[in-house]
Nanobody, 124 residues
C-alpha cells in the first residue's frame, strides 16, 4: 500500500524559505505523477505543483510560479517542494499526493494517495 509522509513544515517570516519533503513507500513510483496541494483555513484544497518522477513534465500554480520549485530524488523515493520568498498568503497545510498515472494534472480528484499534511505558517 502506498504511503506518503510529508515533513519540513514550520513557522517562517515573510520572505523566508522552507523545503518540504514527501517520502513515498509501498510501491513503485516511476510511473506516477506526484503533486503538492495546500489548504488554508476556510478554503478548499488547491493545486500547488506537480511533476512526473522522471521530471519530464512539471506544472505550477500561478501564485507560486517563480517562488516554488518541485523536485525529486529517485534513489530516496522522495519529492521536495522548495518554497522561497514566502508570503502570509502561503500559510496552509501542505499535502503530498500520488497519482496512478504518469500524466500530470492539477485536479485533486485525480490523485489516489495522500499524505497527512504538514503545516506551513508565514508571519508578516
Amino acid at each position: 500500500q502506498v504511503q506518503l509522509k510529508e515533513s519540513g513544515g514550520g513557522l517562517v517570516q515573510a520572505g523566508g524559505s522552507l523545503r518540504l519533503s514527501c517520502a513515498a513507500s509501498g510501491g513503485t513510483f516511476s510511473r506516477n505523477a506526484m503533486g503538492w496541494f495546500r489548504q488554508a483555513p476556510g478554503k478548499e484544497r488547491e493545486f500547488v505543483a506537480a511533476m512526473t518522477w522522471e521530471g519530464g513534465t512539471i506544472r505550477y500554480a500561478d501564485p507560486v510560479k517563480g517562488r516554488f520549485t518541485i523536485s525529486r530524488d529517485n534513489d530516496k523515493n522522495t519529492v521536495y517542494l522548495q518554497m522561497n520568498s514566502l508570503k502570509p498568503g502561503d500559510t496552509a497545510i501542505y499535502y503530498c499526493a500520488a497519482r496512478k498515472s504518469v500524466v500530470v494534472v492539477t485536479s485533486q480528484y485525480e490523485y489516489d494517495n495522500w499524505g497527512q499534511g504538514t503545516q506551513v505558517t508565514v508571519s508578516s
